[in-house]
């Protein structure tokens, strides 16, 4: 028997505990032996919870015990968590997470950490939940040079922009529906503007490179902005918009963003739709590869930790190397990485406007919708973010153009 313990008792923690409940026997002889919880932290009491008798409120009787050899940490946050797994791991006790805040803010300290002491620091369900990849990156890729990691990262914002495409409503509806059905919280500011996706691709890119991408490099924008308008024209270009997280690596350097991004009907990311999450892979031997499923909830991301307690379990005493070093990956300044974009323009002169617009994008297209009758879509390529800006800045200065309503990228 391997006893374990839980810092958490939430959404997650309890998942765990009914996981290992409803496939012990499964899991003990995965693992070589049964795994046990001893011990679960929360600062709540739990009256009349099967696991009611093990509840502690206090994170000493878990460090102290030196019986307990895995600890699953689904607390959330930075602090206390940090602090916790720190202290477990130089003890040499093994920690597993979905902890994705702190992963991406300390990840490659608590891997040297379990390194120094025969632990091992794992993080499958960080990233995308239930989906495996994590592992893959760490295993099944190291044949392969990784050129592009493109995900759909966070179920909630993938859930309201696929109700704004398939019913017409507007953000703010399709935000109050997620919320009813449990997808986004009362503040969903991490998922809406984008953070959540940012810190899981900063995860993934840290592993791919072997270095910390910091997540506040990386340039992050959110759906929020996003109108039902803007979604008729991608579905008239015969694309689907979606929240995107993407590293790419180029011959002029290494680029990481999260923005909207319309994507062609024929690329697999296109149909993932509601609350589901998928991470396409594109290797230089493997190409193209994609992994899709349930990226969040309480059952899918508890799998992911108990799995982690597994491997944790089958190499108790001994550690498997990650590759994330704590030295730092100097991105690509943003005004120098490649971009195709969609800009509504507001016009006062149609015919003056779309000159303009030909003037100051050369080779640029253009789009309509039949009941906007002050506004056209202009299409253009091979721009850089920097050269995107300035001509935006230019074509906002011509008289015959009255705004820019929106900024919308997309990939060919």
Not at 77 to 98: D, H, M, N, R
Not at 225 to 230: L, M, S
Not at 252 to 263: A, D, R, S
Request: aromatic share 6%.
């Amino acid at each position: 028997m391997i006893n374990t313990a839980i810092l958490g008792y939430g959404t997650v923690g309890s998942g765990i505990a009914e996981v290992l409940t409803m496939n012990g026997e499964l899991i003990a002889k995965r693992a070589g032996d049964r795994l046990e919880i001893k011990h679960i932290l929360d600062l709540r009491d739990f009256p009349g919870d099967p696991f009611e008798s093990i509840i502690t409120h206090d994170f000493e009787d878990i460090l102290n015990d030196d019986s307990i050899k895995i600890v699953a940490e689904v607390m959330g946050g930075v602090e206390p968590a940090y602090t916790f797994t720190k202290k477990l791991l130089q003890k040499g006790v093994s920690v597993v997470t979905s902890n994705k805040e702190l992963v991406a803010a300390h990840g490659p300290e608590l891997i040297a950490i379990a390194a120094s002491t025969n632990a091992n620091y794992n993080f499958e369900a960080s990233v995308g939940g239930g989906i495996p990849i994590i592992r893959p990156i760490n295993t099944s890729f190291t044949a392969d040079e990784i050129l592009e990691i493109s995900g759909i990262l966070n179920g909630t914002t993938n859930f309201i922009l696929t109700k704004m495409t398939a019913e017409g409503t507007s953000f703010d509806v399709a935000l109050k529906e997620a919320q009813d059905l449990g997808y986004a919280e009362r503040n969903p500011e991490a998922d809406i503007k984008g953070f959540d996706p940012c810190r899981k691709i900063a995860i993934l890119a840290s592993l791919v490179l072997g270095k910390t991408v910091d997540y506040n490099d990386i340039y992050t924008e959110g759906i929020d902005k996003i109108t039902p308008v803007d979604l008729e024209y991608v579905k008239k270009l015969n694309c689907a918009l979606k929240l995107v997280a993407s590293l790419k690596l180029l011959d002029e350097g290494v680029f990481v963003k999260v923005t909207p991004l319309m994507i062609p009907m024929a690329h697999p990311l296109s149909m993932v739709n509601d609350s589901y999450n998928a991470v396409f892979v594109k290797g230089n031997a493997v190409e193209n590869t994609m992994f899709y499923g349930r990226g969040a909830g309480k059952l899918p991301t508890a799998s992911a930790c108990v799995a982690d307690m597994v491997d944790s379990a089958r190499n108790l005493g001994k550690n498997v190397k990650i590759d994330w070093s704590s030295e730092k990956v100097q991105l690509m300044p943003l005004d120098n990485t490649p971009v195709n974009a969609l800009i509504r323009v507001k016009y006062n002169s149609e015919k003056d406007a779309r000159n303009a617009c030909s003037e100051v994008f050369s080779g640029c297209k253009f789009a309509t919708l039949n009941h906007c009758f002050d506004e056209f879509a202009v299409l253009v390529e091979n721009e850089t973010e920097g050269s995107l800006s300035e001509k935006c800045a230019a074509l906002k200065e011509k008289s015959a153009v009255s705004d820019i309503a929106n900024i919308i990228r997309f990939e060919n």
